[in-house]
């Protein structure tokens, strides 16, 4: 079947430090990878994607790539901010057959001054 | 446009009440969805909506009914809910359209609707 395995947390980091939560999955054939975002007290936010093998997705100096041999989506930013303290989701979907979407557990992340 | 908008953002009901939660997307999206929350968990899918017909109702207790009135609303009643049905609640919806190379099968979240059963 498909899943998401997710390093447990919570993590905790001083700003300014490198950060790696990673995610790792199982599925039949080519699914898309997603990291979401969630802050405190609000809903799921789109971090980045890829939807290939070998992509890259980035944003807001976050970056994971979809490595097909090794069956990964490591999330990684070189130099977190106190802003970043959220919890992270990997998750994947197949999209070409049919609403399946399944999430990783959850990452919780404080960046202390 | 390309938000989920979810009301009330918070409800706090008590366990005879009947109160709806309400999500509107505006992207053209075929497949909405309702997903429960727990505080650092992941969603627990609820129900989906694929062309506004119900598709996937993962054993829901029958206190959460959901209705797609059309393509653009999607709402969850709730009825003689229980303290443990206190949770976030989030809409979220998704391209749908099955077999188009274009759909990534991306979900965009609202910002979820924070009930809380007395």
């Known amino acids: 079947g498909n899943s998401v395995t997710q390093m447990e947390g919570p993590v905790t980091l001083s700003e300014e430090a490198f950060l790696t939560i990673n995610c790792t999955y199982t599925?039949?054939?080519?699914?898309?990878l997603f990291w979401y975002v969630q802050y405190p007290g609000e809903g799921l936010q789109l971090l980045l994607k890829a939807t290939k093998a070998d992509d890259k997705g980035s944003n807001k100096g976050f970056e994971a790539t979809y490595r097909k041999e090794t069956t990964s989506f490591h999330l990684e930013k070189g130099s977190v901010q106190v802003s970043d303290s959220a919890v992270y989701f990997c998750?994947?979907?197949?999209?070409?057959?049919?609403?399946?979407?399944?999430f990783g557990t959850g990452t919780s992340l404080t960046v202390i001054p | 446009d390309t938000e989920v908008t979810q009301t009330p953002k918070h409800l706090v009901m008590g366990m005879t009440n009947k109160k709806s939660l309400k999500c509107e997307q505006h992207m053209g999206h075929r497949a909405m969805y309702w997903y429960k929350q727990k505080a650092k968990k992941p969603p627990e899918l609820m129900f989906v909506y694929s062309y506004e017909k119900l598709s996937i109702n993962e054993s829901v207790p029958s206190r959460f009914s959901p209705e797609c009135p059309n393509s653009s609303l999607l709402n969850l009643h709730l009825h003689a809910l229980q303290p443990e049905d206190s949770a976030l609640y989030l809409c979220?919806?998704?391209?749908?359209?099955?077999?188009?190379?274009?759909?990534?099968?991306?979900?965009?979240f609202g910002e979820g609707s924070r009930l809380t059963v007395l």
């Open positions: 998750a994947l979907s197949k999209p070409l057959t049919g609403n399946q979407f399944y």
């Open positions: 979220a919806s998704s391209q749908g359209v099955w077999r188009a190379v274009m759909d990534t099968g991306e979900l965009f």
């Open positions: 599925a039949t054939g080519y699914p898309s």
